[in-house]
């Protein structure tokens, strides 16, 4: 049972154009989102997050977008660069109820950015 | 500022032996947790820990697999047994407390364990 739903295993773009990344749920008690990188041979790092009380949140070349009727997530990269090619992972999680620590994956998606 | 620390990066083991995984959180970081992907799938959790607690272990398999994390030291995953099926990434993240009274829990991974079983 999939919760989190990466639909695109990759995605190809030129450097300097936008990468759009999309993610669907389908639990509806998510409230809190978030964005990983994941380069090989490492763990995932931590790229940008946003609250379901918001629809969305910005940080430099990184915007996560949320519609919640939807059920939908999309992180936009722009301009990308070719260092930005890795594996990224949506992750979701419930904040109330006490277990918002249990982050539930979705398979990833890999961006490769062509120079 | 070291970050998540795990070792060893690279476990193989035969059928039937014993994996032990070691994962050292950040400086200030209380709360440890365990994650395994298994090729071509998303991360899947497997137990959350505190220091000398285990919190919710409910993504653990219920047999040969055990997680610890003692007053001192850093903490570990066992699996006893092992079978083939365990190969896989095993990844430890961690994150101080405060952060998830705010509302948020953004974990902070380590570079994970391959574990290979032969």
């Known amino acids: 049972d999939q919760q989190v739903k990466q639909n695109s295993p990759s995605l190809s773009v030129q450097e300097g154009r936008i990468s759009i990344l999309n993610c669907d749920y389908t639990n509806s008690m998510f409230d809190y989102f978030l964005w990983y990188k994941k380069y090989p041979a490492e763990g995932p790092t931590f790229l940008i997050s946003?609250?379901?009380?918001?629809d969305k949140n910005e940080d430099g070349r990184f915007t996560v977008f949320l519609n919640k009727s939807a059920k939908h997530l999309s992180l936009h990269i722009v301009p990308s660069q070719p260092g930005d090619s890795a594996v990224y992972f949506c992750?979701?999680?419930?904040?109330?109820?006490?277990?918002?620590?249990?982050?539930?994956f979705g398979k990833g998606t890999l961006l490769t950015v062509n120079p | 500022n070291a970050g998540v620390m795990q070792n060893p990066r690279h476990l193989v083991r035969r059928r039937g032996q014993e994996a032990r995984l070691r994962c050292s959180p950040m400086?200030?970081?209380?709360?440890v947790y365990w994650y395994r992907q298994l090729p071509e799938e998303g991360l899947k959790f497997m137990v959350y820990l505190q220091k000398e607690n285990i919190i919710d272990e409910s993504g653990m398999p219920k047999e040969r697999f055990s997680a610890e994390f003692p007053k001192e030291g850093p903490s570990i995953l066992r699996i006893q047994q092992v079978v083939r099926g365990d190969s896989a990434a095993y990844f430890c993240?961690?994150?101080?407390?405060?952060?998830?009274?705010?509302?948020?829990?953004?974990?902070?991974f380590g570079a994970g364990t391959r574990l290979s079983v032969l």
């Open positions: 400086k200030g970081h209380s709360h």
């Open positions: 946003i609250s379901s009380i918001k």
């Open positions: 992750a979701a999680s419930v904040n109330s109820g006490g277990s918002n620590y249990k982050l539930t």
């Open positions: 993240a961690s994150s101080p407390p405060s952060q998830q009274a705010a509302g948020s829990n953004i974990q902070y």
